[in-house]
């Protein structure tokens, strides 16, 4: 593991942080699918669930691709 973030280029740093925040919108997005397949099975009470999950899976990938863009307006 690095010793100290900071003796990364900004450049570096910028790609490692996107790619994390890849790595966890895939993760709760793949959750949230298999948290709706459970219920679906019946493994879980469904009180509309299924729906619900699937929309955040959605919502969480195309927010993940959006970060890929760039900067968001306005930011600092």
């Not at 790609?15 to 949230?32: C, D, F, V, W």
């Amino acid at each position: 593991m690095l010793q100290n973030w900071h003796l990364l280029s900004d450049d570096v740093q910028l790609a490692l942080s996107r790619q994390a925040l890849t790595q966890a919108a895939e993760t709760i997005a793949s959750h949230a699918e298999l948290l709706a397949w459970e219920m679906e099975q019946g493994g879980l009470a469904d009180r509309g669930g299924p729906d619900a999950l699937r929309l955040l899976a959605a919502v969480v990938r195309v927010s993940g691709q959006d970060s890929m863009l760039g900067p968001v307006a306005g930011h600092a």
